[in-house]
């Protein structure tokens, strides 16, 4: 299928959860960075689908989450793609980006310039200070 692995600009998927994390915790998590539309998480799969109402708003949720240790895990955070979409039931909705429009985010640019500053995640830093 073209486009099948096409990132969403809106939805991140956060992987690697605690059994214990719940969907209104990670809704918390996420409403740091914005407002959330939507989260389901799969417990079997330990893993969530989180939709914000902005991508910029997403762009945040991702630098931000990404390494986070909660419940005695830590997050792994990507952008959403039809394949998670179908995974969940979800319908993809988010139009192809148009050729004036810049391409959707990707793990190979630059994350933050804050990016530096972070400790690794072999430091131990459990990012107790991830306020916005």
Do not use: H
Not at 16 to 39: F, N, P
Not at 62 to 90: Q, T
Not at 101 to 124: L, T
Request: proline share 7%.
């Amino acid at each position: 299928m073209p486009g099948y692995n096409e990132k969403s600009r809106y939805t991140i998927v956060i992987d690697r959860l605690s059994d214990l994390t719940r969907s209104r915790d990670i809704k918390y998590e996420c409403e740091r960075y914005g407002k959330v539309l939507a989260v389901e998480r799969d417990a079997r799969a330990r893993c969530a689908l989180v939709e914000f109402k902005s991508s910029r708003d997403a762009q945040k949720a991702w630098d931000r989450l990404d390494g986070l240790r909660f419940d005695g895990a830590r997050w792994k955070v990507e952008w959403a793609n039809r394949k998670d979409f179908d995974f969940f039931g979800w319908k993809w909705s988010e139009p192809s980006p148009s050729p004036s429009r810049s391409p959707s985010p990707s793990r190979g640019r630059s994350r933050s310039p804050s990016q530096s500053k972070r400790s690794s995640p072999a430091s131990g830093d459990d990012k107790a200070d991830l306020a916005p």
